[in-house]
Every structure is written in C-alpha cells, then in structure tokens.
C-alpha cells in the first residue's frame, strides 16, 4: 500500500525537464487523480507495473498512481469480484501508522490491450525507514534509543491493528523497505495490498512476477516457515524482529555477500549493549512460531512499555473531542494565566514540596505535541482488542465458483476526520418542523456547510446516516455527530415546549 519514496532523478534537472515530468498523462474517471510522468520507487513490492507521482486535485496535495496490469483479460474478468471485494476492505483500513489507501477503480476497456488496476494511496515523501538507516550510518551517527523506542511502539501499533481484525490481516512482506518515516517522525507501514497479487494469483499478472521470498537482498526478512504453510501473523513479528534489530545496529553486516546469514543475524543480535533491546528482539526471531510473542503482548514488553503520563492521557482526550471545542481554545485559555501562577503541587512529608508553574510550560512546546500526538507519533497502548471489518485480505484460498455479474464502481466515501462540530437549531413558521444549519470543520481545515429541515420525529443516527451514505463524513464519526445533534436536538425541542407551555399559560 505504499508506494513511495525516492523520485527517480532525471540527468541534470533542468527546467524542461521538470515540466516534462509534471505533463498530465492520465486521470481518474471521476477526475480528482492525476497521473503524472515522473515515477516513484516503492522498495521490494512485487506484482507492481508502474507507481508514478499523481495529483489530488481536491486536496492540492501529491499521491502516488499505482498499477498492476493482468495478461489475460478473461482471467482479468474472473478475480474481478474478489478484486473489488478486497479494494473494498482495504478502504476500511484507517490507522495513523499505516499508509493510506484512498480510491481504486478497474479498467477493462476493449482500447486497452490489457487490463488494469489502478489504486490511489498517500505519498510518503520523506522516504523508506532503510533510506534513513543509510543516511545516519553514512554521516557516522548511532541510533537514539528513544527514537527506536518510537518507532517499534508505532510499528507494533499498526500491526496489533491489523492482527487483530477478524479475520487477521497479515502483511507479509514488512521489511525496511517498507516502512516509512516522515520528517516529523511519524512511522507509517505500507504495502499492505500486496499479498492479494502474491498469494492469490500472480500468474494472472503480467510479466515475470516472481514470489518476493526469492529476492536475496530481503530474504533475511522472512521467517524460516514462510511460504511452507499458511500466512500466520508470526510471520510479521519475525519480520519486525529483524527490523528492530536494524535499526538498532543500522545495518546487519553481511561480509560481501548478497544474503543476510542467519550468523550475521546472531552476532547483530549479541552486539546489543541493552539486555531488554536484546531479549525484546530474540524473542522476535525465535525459530519456533509458536513462541514468539504477539505484536499486542510486546507492546507491553518492559522495553517499551511506560505507564501513560497524565500528560498524555489528557492530550489524547482533548484530541479525541476538539470538534466540541473552537480554533483558538487553547491559545486563548494559556493567554490568561498568570505566568507565576502554580499550576501543579506536588507535597511531600519529609521534604519541601515541587511546584510547576505556567511559565514552565511553552505553549509553543504544547503546541508542537498535541500536534504530535494527533499525527499518531505518540499512540497509546492498544488495550482493546478486535477491530471488525467487513472482510479483510487476509487469506483467500478458495477458488471462485462461477463469474458474477461486475458490480458497480464504488461510490466516494469521506476518508477525513471531523474535528468541530457546530449546529444552530430555528423553527420555521408554524413551528412543525426547524431548520438545522450544521458546520463540521475537518482535520485538513476543511468546513463543510449542511442546511436541512428537520421534524420532531427525525432520528439524529438516521441524519448520521445519512451524512456517510453521501460521503460528507466518514463512518467512524457517524456515532459522534449522532450523539452530538442528539443533544443538540433534545434541548430544541424541550425548548420549544417550554415556550408552548408558557404561551398556554
């Protein structure tokens, strides 16, 4: 599901050369994407023809255009159902450390000489997590242990996502490669499409599409029972256990040779000065599948795991409900205190107490991890397990029966997150019904106006609904607008009895 990162570099970057690549090639049916020449490298994927930079013209923002071609456009026609089905799942998936997956659409036209599917997902411009190893190894810098404790707690944060759906979604193919790091810090996995070309039938595919286990340069990724038996989610912690170590050490020296030896695996390993980092990552890579930990159980794992800071506690609350507060709320609430002002005390018996006041605090510093904590560099532990999805891509071994009739493209959904939300209520002559003027900001600035008349008898989760099925929110705001205009809805009408009875009376 990734596709990014490293722009294929022209031979002087002149001017027309530029323009060139910004030359619109091609563009989505419904017009948003578009399909630019330049082309993007997306690390070890198999089962991909091309991935070139695109622009959303919605959201003025770059993408990346990916596309699989298929040989054969009556095998094409026979996984169209299933194809659809698993592009329809992978819409579903929404985590902050996981490459976004936002359209795709099928193109079987007779001027097409082959079949195609084309997907649409987030660019990660600052490039793969192997890139950035490289680059600290070459400028002689050593990991920072609580930059590595970010990333794995990030990294097992999308995985214990995606292993606990129902059923387990498993990755497959986690490496270096795929993993991305933003400049801000933020970790993102991607590829997470991929097995449905892989496993499921690569020999539709056009060209030599070879299983990405045989790729020596990566074959170190992949655990000793990969590919002998059924996909499992203990594949994807030996596979994390290998990437932690790299980042640990930077790079697992092979001594020349092309392929990681199990030796070079072990001595990475022993070089660990940290006892908790080494057991943490052998226990990854144990040879045994059964005993390795999950990605839920090593999130709690004593390297890792610190009891939530009030701090952070209280930043992931007001995150979760800034779309009941306005812009400018915390600015203008820090502006009032007084900067000798004890915010805190902490008292002791024995000793004099510890008092913390306004001015130890930067509202800028604030500023800068609230933001953080909304990009998801910061997750709280995942405590709850078993996210529910419709169908996810986790194993499709059985073979399709019969050809359906094609279903219909898919409709737009909202993919972005409501922040604010503000309602005004006002009867219409006659008092039967009102009008309700809602504003919903979004987490990309955008504010969307909603006008419509509403009567005593409307349900606030049918007008939630209603809002998803025309896509001007997503599903997972759906039961918090539904609460929030139920709220808003109780207090007009109990409003507007009180003046009927006050009129009686």
Not at 382 to 395: A, C, E, K, W, Y
Not at 486 to 495: G, T, V
């Amino acid at each position: 599901m990734t596709m990014s990162e490293e722009r294929n570099s022209g031979s002087g970057g002149k001017e027309e050369e530029s323009e060139d690549e910004c030359e619109i090639l091609e563009e989505s049916p419904c017009g948003r994407w578009q399909k630019r020449k330049e082309q993007v490298s997306q690390g070890n994927v198999p089962g991909m023809e091309t991935a070139s930079l695109a622009m959303d013209t919605e959201e003025g923002v770059e993408v990346v255009w990916n596309e699989v071609q298929f040989s054969d456009k009556k095998v094409f026609k026979i996984h169209e159902d299933r194809m659809r089905e698993m592009f329809e799942n992978l819409m579903h998936v929404d985590h902050p450390n996981i490459v976004k997956f936002h359209k795709y659409w099928l193109d079987n036209r007779e001027s097409q000489s082959r079949a195609r599917v084309i997907f649409i997902t987030e660019y990660m411009s600052s490039g793969s997590l192997k890139q950035f190893l490289k680059k600290t190894k070459k400028n002689h810098k050593t990991m920072n242990v609580k930059a590595w404790k970010r990333w794995c707690t990030q990294i097992l944060s999308a995985l214990s996502y995606l292993h606990s759906c129902h059923p387990p979604i498993v990755h497959g193919n986690l490496t270096c490669d795929t993993i991305f790091i933003q400049h801000n810090g933020l970790i993102k996995i991607g590829s997470v499409w991929h097995r449905l070309f892989v496993n499921v039938f690569p020999e539709a595919i056009y060209g030599n599409v070879q299983h990405h286990w045989d790729d020596a340069t990566n074959q170190h990724y992949f655990a000793p029972e990969y590919g002998l038996a059924e996909d499992v989610c203990s594949i994807d912690i030996y596979a994390f256990g290998i990437c932690t170590l790299e980042m640990a050490v930077l790079e697992i020296q092979a001594n020349g040779d092309t392929v990681v030896s199990k030796e070079a695996i072990t001595y990475a390993v022993q070089s660990l000065e940290d006892p908790l980092m080494k057991e943490f990552t052998q226990s990854c890579v144990r040879s045994d599948a059964k005993k390795r930990p999950t990605a839920h159980d090593l999130l709690f794992h004593r390297v890792l795991f610190e009891v939530h800071s009030l701090k952070l506690l209280a930043a992931h609350c007001f995150i979760n409900y800034q779309y009941q507060l306005h812009d400018n709320c915390l600015e203008e609430k820090t502006r009032t205190f007084d900067p000798n002002g004890v915010m805190a005390e902490i008292k002791h018996w024995d000793r004099p107490g510890v008092e913390i006041k306004y001015s130890n605090v930067s509202p800028l510093e604030l500023d800068k991890f609230l933001e953080g904590v909304k990009n998801g560099i910061y997750p709280l532990m995942n405590f709850q397990r078993g996210h529910t999805m419709p169908r996810t891509l986790s194993i499709f071994q059985e073979r399709m029966e019969t050809v359906r009739t094609p279903s219909p493209e898919p409709q737009e959904t909202e993919s972005r997150k409501v922040v604010q939300m503000h309602c005004n209520l006002e009867f219409n002559e006659g008092g039967t019904k009102s009008h309700l003027s809602l504003l919903l900001k979004m987490d990309d600035k955008l504010q969307r106006q909603l006008n419509c008349d509403v009567l005593p008898t409307d349900s606030s989760k049918d007008l939630a609904s209603e809002l998803v099925h025309y896509a001007f929110i997503r599903e997972e705001d759906s039961e918090k607008l539904a609460d929030f205009l139920e709220d808003a809805l109780c207090k007009h009408w109990a409003r507007s009895l009180s003046e009927e009875s006050s009129r009686a009376y």
